[in-house]
């Protein structure tokens, strides 16, 4: 059983900078891929990035591709999306999630976070 703890959320003006971390405990770190969710008021999750199991490959969300980078560190069991340029559209709830079987984009994933809140004003 994984266990993900997000952090890093919080409230930031428009074109700020936030740096959201997730340390994982309770399984082998380096056999699952990682991604970041987010989810606004009234709509669905939706994907925002995922990184490999070794970090080589990342993957993102048009919408925050060039603004945000997924990165990870398994030595310490941690994933990190730093997110710049910020946009009030950004805003919403952000998830850490593992997956067993490599990265997908889509929300087929074994383990999930409790989320961190990220609020951008205009």
Do not use: H
């Amino acid at each position: 059983q994984v266990q993900l703890v997000e952090s890093g959320g919080g409230l930031v003006q428009a074109g700020g900078s936030l740096r959201l971390s997730c340390a994982a405990s309770g399984g082998a770190f380096s056999a699952y891929g990682m991604a970041w969710f987010r989810q606004a008021p009234a709509k669905e999750r939706e994907f925002v990035a995922a990184i490999s199991r070794g970090g080589r490959m990342t993957y993102y969300a048009d919408s925050v591709k060039d603004r945000f980078t997924i990165a990870r560190d398994n030595a310490r069991n941690t994933v990190s999306l730093q997110m710049n340029s910020l946009k009030p559209e950004d805003t919403g709830v952000y998830y850490c999630a593992a997956r067993r079987e490599g990265v997908t984009t889509n929300m087929n994933y074994d383990y999930w976070g409790q989320g961190t809140q990220v609020t951008v004003s205009s």
